[in-house]
């Protein structure tokens, strides 16, 4: 068994809403996957959907019960990173925390590495 770390990690808020998000889908689905579009004045942003099947490239991470599929794109932007999920006041979201980013534009929506 390797030492190295996994890729990508979750936080255990952002297990549980994948696994909420999966149940009340109404269809059998793998798990999510996660990846990066170019978007937003930084260049970068974080993407997620529904994953029924594991691509060919995919990196599997299943972390607290959650299967998650990197993008292969995304894998060198994303490595290290933590999904959570963060509930607040006046919005709730997933929230990537990324130690690759060396900026992030001032609305949040995209980063740079």
């Not at 998000?21 to 997620?48: A, E, H, Q």
């Amino acid at each position: 068994m390797s030492n190295t770390p996994p890729p990508m990690t979750l936080s255990d808020a952002a297990a549980e809403q994948v696994k909420a998000m999966i149940s009340s889908r109404g269809k059998p689905t793998l798990g999510v996957r996660v990846g990066v579009r170019t978007k937003g004045c930084s260049g970068l942003s974080y993407t997620l959907e529904f994953a029924d099947e594991k691509g060919p490239f995919d990196e599997e991470v299943t972390d607290k019960g959650v299967t998650v599929l990197i993008d292969p794109k995304a894998t060198m932007f994303i490595l290290g990173t933590e999904m959570d999920f963060v509930e607040g006041k006046l919005e709730s979201g997933f929230v990537f925390t990324n130690p690759n980013e060396k900026g992030r534009c001032g609305c949040g929506e995209s980063f740079h590495v």
